[in-house]
């Protein structure tokens, strides 16, 4: 069955500093990937997709995330985090139907 | 851009009584779907819907569930029977194409479902 893990349930970093969020899933063929971002009292919005390609993808508000078939991996990457970018953050992988299944996400912090 | 919406955002309904959730998709996509997310727990998936028809359902969505385009516009998720447990985020989402297609599910801010 497909499945995904993200493994930290919350990350506090500094304002400026580097993030990685870790996801991987378990999927028997190719995925389809996500990233999606909850502010507080909003909706999920889509930060970036990977389908196929290249394995680097970008996304808005500076993110990018690598698929790493060998680790079965789809790590969350900015090189510097704003204060804006606190909130919850979900990976989801695109099943063999319809429907999306998500992470359990993990919750980001961001000090000045 | 155009964006999935939902009303209310909040509601509050006593057990046992029915609720209906509304959500307006994106115009032109064609695939809709309904999400739930219980506090502290991941989003889960609830129901797809395509060409007037559920095309796939989850364990959860049970008899007590129904879903309905009852116009070119709206997709609405009924709750028949309101338990404790369905308190919940509720989310909606549309797409231009379901399945394995390279086209994403958008979604809308929610519903937030308390049931007293």
């Known amino acids: 069955a497909q499945s995904v893990t993200q493994p930290d349930i919350h990350i506090t970093v500094s304002e400026g500093a580097s993030l990685e969020l870790r996801c991987n899933y378990s999927y028997g063929a190719t995925p389809y990937l996500f990233w999606y971002v909850q502010s507080p009292g909003q909706g999920l919005q889509l930060l970036l997709k990977?389908?196929?390609?290249?394995?680097l993808v970008q996304g808005i508000k500076g993110f990018e995330a690598e698929f790493k078939r060998s680790q079965s991996s789809f790590n969350l990457r900015k090189p510097s985090v704003h204060w804006s970018d606190a909130a919850e953050y979900f990976c989801?992988?695109?099943?063999?139907?319809?429907?999306?299944?998500f992470g359990t996400g993990t919750r980001l912090q961001v000090f000045p | 851009e155009p964006e999935v919406t939902q009303t209310p955002s909040h509601q509050v309904t006593q057990m046992g009584q029915e609720v209906i959730l509304r959500c307006v998709p994106i115009?032109?996509?064609?695939?809709f779907y309904w999400y739930r997310q219980i506090l502290g727990q991941k989003v889960e998936f609830l129901v797809s819907?395509?060409?007037?028809?559920?095309?796939?359902k989850s364990e959860i969505f049970d008899d007590q569930f129904s879903v309905e385009r009852p116009d070119g516009s709206n997709f609405t998720l009924k709750i028949r029977s309101t338990k404790l447990e369905d308190s919940a985020m509720y989310f909606c989402?549309?797409?231009?194409?379901?399945?394995?297609?390279?086209?994403?599910?958008?979604f809308g801010d929610g519903t937030r479902l308390s049931i007293l």
């Open positions: 115009s032109n996509h064609l695939y």
């Open positions: 990977y389908f196929s390609g290249d394995t």
């Open positions: 819907f395509y060409n007037n028809e559920i095309s796939e």
């Open positions: 989801a992988v695109g099943a063999d139907t319809d429907k999306l299944i």
């Open positions: 989402a549309s797409s231009r194409q379901g399945g394995r297609s390279n086209q994403p599910q958008h």
